[in-house]
């Protein structure tokens, strides 16, 4: 079954304690994104990697970083949490032809940075 | 930078209702066009896209969206709501040669039996 999926789906931490967030797509796609959901801020852009060793900052990019070592996966980290990193997050993932192409969510993951 | 609108922050109505959903975008070169939906407890899909072409765009379970260029909207329509479509809906634009998509803000439908 195609399908993107993200660990933890649920996450409670504590300010500055490095966490990282795994997704795993099995589409051969090659474009990865991650998201944040905030209620009234809809979704907004983290990062995004166009292939392998790709990446490039989207709209939201301070307090995270990513790396794309391999076409399947693309780890969020955050290497010191804060609580305004307390959200719903979601990878994405679309095929060859970028955010053109139809875009497959994760189920998401909730974070709770105390 | 691209921005989108997404002006009726919670719809309410009831079966039966028509429904217009409202999506403005600021960028005045070519676009990309897209609404996603959210229900309840599930992933975000794609309902439809615009990229070229016709500008009434038919998407997934009935739904429909106009692009109207002169009024940079892309409103989606549903021309007789079911309880089943109770969901977050996101309008979303991916400016020519961008790679990167901006959501808007969602709209909260709850369709009343």
């Known amino acids: 079954e195609a399908q993107v999926t993200q660990n933890p789906r649920y996450l409670i931490t504590v300010t500055g304690k490095k966490l990282t967030v795994t997704c795993s797509q099995n589409m051969n796609h090659e474009y990865m994104s991650w998201y944040r959901q905030d209620p009234g801020l809809g979704l907004r852009q983290i990062y995004y990697?166009?292939?392998?060793?790709?990446?490039d900052k989207g709209d939201v990019p301070e307090g995270y970083k990513v790396s794309r070592k391999e076409k399947r996966n693309f780890p969020l980290i955050l290497e010191s949490p804060s609580p305004n990193q307390t959200s719903l997050y979601f990878c994405?993932?679309?095929?060859?032809?970028?955010?053109?192409?139809?875009?497959?969510f994760g189920p998401g993951t909730r974070l709770l940075v105390l | 930078a691209q921005s989108v609108s997404q002006h009726n922050h919670h719809v309410i109505l009831s079966e039966a209702a028509s429904l217009e959903l409202g999506c403005n975008y600021s960028?005045?070169?070519?676009?990309?066009l897209f609404w996603y939906v959210q229900y309840p407890g599930q992933h975000l899909q794609l309902l439809l896209k615009y990229f070229s072409g016709d500008p009434l765009v038919k998407g997934i379970k009935g739904f429909e969206a106009e692009f109207i260029k002169s009024k940079f909207s892309f409103n989606l329509r549903k021309p007789s709501v079911q309880w089943s479509d109770t969901a977050e809906y996101f309008c979303a634009v991916l400016t020519g040669g961008g790679n990167k998509l901006t959501f808007g803000t969602g709209t909260q439908l709850k369709v009343e039996l």
């Open positions: 990697s166009m292939n392998v060793e790709v990446t």
């Open positions: 994405a993932s679309s095929s060859a032809r970028g955010p053109l192409g139809t875009q497959y």
């Open positions: 960028y005045g070169g070519t676009v990309n």
